[in-house]
């Protein structure tokens, strides 16, 4: 736990204090002064000046969605050479474009996207609620997101219990059915009950089975906590309340569900595995000006207010690692302007230990409701935005469908002028982890470089060093060509930089090798 210091299919936006709405969806810690290896170490290398167009650390993910077979599969029953052919696309897609992590769903709806033995298979494999698909998918996702230097962040919804509101349509085994009384219909589907003890023991216990037994880098919420507001609807959780809710006002109450769920997972998934990130999305704007003078100089629905989801508790408890706010509108929107949230945000993570991302709504491109839309270098002008608050460590994009369609040609427009280099992601010193030793045996033949690996690299760093000769890398990625998790690469001419990075991405010092 931290010290706190002094995401999705339909999340709905309402934009102004009236009904009207939008349809959304959701250089520290590197080896001392690396240095270069030939037969033996050199000095170090001198310091540069950062290129601010290169930064060395940055996230940049994008979501998978899974429910109603969003981003993957395409659709339920492909085989299962299908359903890995067409996530190896995502991933190439993601890796043209020098992304460094994925948000894969594994848990849309009480389901499981892996195997289990405390929740059914999800219907979005096979069309079939808890058929077995003959295969566990998860490794397979995991293993092919390693493979291209990437973090693998499994994304789990807590609440949602079905997206039909009838526990007779469920399997067997399913816990909604097997527990009724967890539940509570709203909207025509089916919730758990945030505010009963045994439900919060369930979705721990599901994510800390899942984080022991698969080799997961992070635990991500989107922003489904309380459900978004159905006019004429009442989600009655009076009995809970009646029992649980100790003197607190119904809403307080209902934040301090979701507070306690949060913690209690926070510290589950660091009991497991001390390096597994958890972070949450939450809707990107915690409150207007109108409802608290902290809030943002906004006018749309308030996730505080709305769907009980307060945000700055989970950063100032410390109960996350990272905070990524949902912040799918453009520059200058009326109701909800960008530049002001990405603001907003970054004062309410400085000096804290929760590292803050930005999710970006990249599903939005080409919408006709607001034209700045139409613009093809509007993501790519929000990330200049980010760039410039000390306290943004990168982005994720929603979803993964338009990542591969490229709409406008705002992906590559995107990579292009922002990701030109690879990043390394950004450390998490309280994850741990420390840098491995640098690679050894490093030598060049027949233009692929090699050598011998590293005990406790995940990946490695490879740099080819421009024709002066200078040595940049410890300031930024200028010269950082690409992240590999073999022991080999295949190289031009040049001179080249080689080192060793841990699971969480502590660099080692650099070895030295000349190609051609």
Known sequence: M??????????????????????????????????RTKTAMAAPAAA?????????????????????????????????ARQ??????????????????????????S???????????????????????GWDPLPFLIDEAHKRGMEFHAWFNPYRASYGDSTAKLPAAHPARKHPGWTVKYGGRLYYNPGLPAVRRHVTKVITDVVSRYDL??????????????????????????KHGKGKKLADWRRDNVNTLVAEVDKAVHDTKNHVKFGISPFGIWRNTSNDPSGSKTSGMSAYDSIYADARAWIKSGTVDYVL????????????DYTTLARWWAREVKGTDVQLYIGH?????????????????????????????????????????QLVSDPLGSVDRLAGSRYGRPALPPLMKERGGQAPAPPSGAKASGGTLSWTASEGARAYAVYRLPKSGKDCHTSDARDLVAVVSQPSYAA??????????????NESAAVEVKAG
């Open 2 to 35: 931290r010290t706190g210091r002094p995401l999705l299919a339909a999340a709905t936006l309402a934009v102004a204090t009236t009904a009207a709405a939008y349809v959304f969806g959701p250089g520290a810690g590197e080896s001392p002064a690396a240095s």
């Open 48 to 80: 540069c000046k950062a290129d601010a167009r290169h930064p060395k650390r940055e996230l940049r993910g994008v979501w998978i969605a899974t429910t109603q077979n969003i981003d993957w599969p395409s659709k339920a029953g492909l085989s299962p």
């Open 84 to 109: 890995r052919a067409e996530y190896v696309k995502i991933l190439d897609n993601a890796a043209r474009r020098h992304l460094n992590a994925v948000f894969v769903q594994v848990r849309p709806a």
């Open 111 to 133: 389901d499981a996207l892996y195997k289990s033995s405390l929740e059914p298979w999800s219907q979005y494999l096979t069309g079939t609620a808890g058929k077995d698909p």
């Open 217 to 242: 880098d992070g635990v991500h919420f989107d922003d489904y906590f309380y459900p978004y507001p159905v006019a004429g609807a009442k989600f009655d959780d009076s009995a809970a309340f009646r």
């Open 325 to 336: 706010p949902q912040l799918y509108w453009p520059r200058g929107h009326r109701l909800a």
């Open 361 to 401: 709504g990249l599903y939005r491109v080409g919408a006709d409701d607001d034209k700045a839309w139409k613009k093809p270098g509007e993501l790519a002008a929000q990330v200049g935005v980010n760039r410039k608050l000390k306290q943004v460590d990168g982005s994720v994009y929603f979803s993964a469908k």
């Open 492 to 505: 031009k001419d040049g001179t080249y930089l080689v080192t060793s990075l841990d699971r969480l991405y």
